[in-house]
């Protein structure tokens, strides 16, 4: 356990403003000069430029993030006890939203914005799935594990800290049981009533994709009786929720065989039936090949991977997104839904729906939007730390 903060970290004059704001992250390129060799993970002093103490953060050397900061009180150090009161005023908070009163499954520490940088926790039924990727989190990790104990009880603690964004800090991939027994290969749990699985050891994220849980109500309650397209079905979140709704024949597609795989399970676990085609393709290859059958629909789920995983690659994304929504427009009967998603945080909500409404354009559809959507409130969003919103949605008319 690292102990008290071994070096100060003085900020450059004009660079002072993200910190004093509680913007959480230092970039290396806001740091003057560092007095004292702290070591990855160490708590570090953060001052202005004329030496005034302003923050506390945890160190990383290999990441342009060399800061994450955890208070701004001088009394405050990433000890068991600030660290076990963040994790109960997240559970408070989580047992306060509606969203947990029919569902076992949702976030409970969502990093930053729990006041716990680097921390991912997601609560499926009695098992807890966390994502360690920080260096701070990442000494602290037997830490941190104990208190989750204390704090929620579990019967196991899987962690899937297998996220690109662990390279960023200089730690390695890693996955595994990390407390308790081991749980079923399929830890079952229920949102909003229905009931669903997760793998652990091969799922993507932390197993299920949580931020989506209210969209997939919103979305589902456009469902009746329509022809669905389900794109990046993932394991069927969106479609088991449209068919309990009432969609009468769904196709889901994805590029991943096992997510597919878990489609059919969840529809039988609910006890849904539609007429249910299992796609394994491209996106954006089948879309063109449904134009070509002359295949339409009454409502498309786009709900694509994160596109965008830095600045230089926004040009691309906002091509990609462009590319399926117009092609998905186009697959859409008159007065058609369509609900699309970018979970890319670096493009805000402005641009996709500039980029939408370009697609409409190239479409020469009419789109009128119903609904704007974002994640769900178990994601909260820190106003000191615009970061932490990257989940927008439409749903949205065509004409
Ligand atoms: N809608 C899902 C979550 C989608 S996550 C839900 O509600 O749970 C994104 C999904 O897109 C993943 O399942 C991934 O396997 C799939 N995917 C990524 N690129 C793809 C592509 N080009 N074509 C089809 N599927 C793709």
């Known amino acids: 356990m690292p ?9 450059q004059q004009g660079r002072e403003r993200p910190v004093l704001a509680h913007h959480p992250w230092v970039f290396s390129g806001a740091i003057a000069r560092v007095i004292g060799r702290p070591a990855d993970g160490d708590e570090v002093d953060v001052q202005t430029g004329a030496g005034e103490w302003v923050a506390r953060g945890t160190w990383s050397s290999a990441s342009q993030i060399r ?18 009161a963040r994790l109960e005023r997240a559970f408070a908070l989580r047992q306060q939203l509606p969203l ?14 729990d006041g716990l940088p680097g921390l991912i926790v997601d609560r499926y039924g009695d098992d ?14 037997e830490q941190v594990l104990e208190l989750l104990v204390q704090v929620f009880a579990p019967r196991s603690i899987y962690e899937r800290s297998d996220a690109d964004v662990r390279q960023k800090e200089g730690l390695p991939q890693e996955s595994g049981l990390r407390w308790g027994a081991p749980a079923p290969a399929a830890i079952q749990f229920r949102t909003h009533d229905l009931s669903f699985s997760v793998d652990w050891r091969d799922g993507q994220k ?33 479609a088991v929720y449209a068919a309990r709704a009432g969609a009468p024949q769904i196709t889901a597609v994805d590029s991943s065989a096992g997510a597919l795989a878990r489609v059919a399970t969840h529809m039988q676990q609910n006890q849904v039936h539609p007429e249910l085609e299992l796609v394994e393709a491209d996106v954006f290859k089948q879309l063109r090949q449904y134009r070509l059958e002359e295949r339409d ?15 230089q690659q926004i040009d691309r994304a906002t091509r990609g997104y ?12 008159q007065g058609g839904i369509l609900a699309t998603f970018s979970c890319s945080g670096l493009l805000s909500a402005e641009l996709f729906q500039k980029v939408v409404f370009g697609a409409a354009l190239d479409a020469r559809r009419e789109v009128q939007i119903l609904e704007r959507l974002t994640q769900a409130a178990d994601h909260p969003v820190l106003l000191s730390f615009p970061e932490s919103e990257y989940l927008k949605g ?3 008319r065509v004409w």
């Not at 800061?67 to 076990?84: A, G, M, N, Q, S």
């Open 297 to 311: 629909f009454d409502l498309i789920v786009l709900d694509p991977p994160k596109f965008a995983h830095s600045q």
């Open 128 to 141: 807890l799935v966390i994502q360690i990727l920080t260096q701070g989190m990442a000494v602290r990790l």
């Open 206 to 238: 932390t197993g299920f994709y949580l931020d989506q849980s209210d969209n997939r109500l919103r979305v589902a309650s456009y469902a009746v009786g329509r022809e669905m397209l389900d794109c990046f079905c993932y394991s069927g979140g969106f």
């Open 322 to 333: 462009k590319d399926i929504n117009m092609n998905a427009m186009r697959l859409l009967r």
């Open 67 to 84: 800061v994450r900061l955890f208070t701004w009180d001088d009394r405050e150090h990433l000890e068991p006890d600030l660290i076990r």
């Open 3 to 11: 102990s008290l903060p071994s070096a100060t970290v003085m900020l």
């Open 394 to 396: 439409f749903i949205c």
């Open 100 to 113: 947990t009163h029919r569902s076992n499954a949702y976030r409970v520490v969502y990093s930053e914005a």
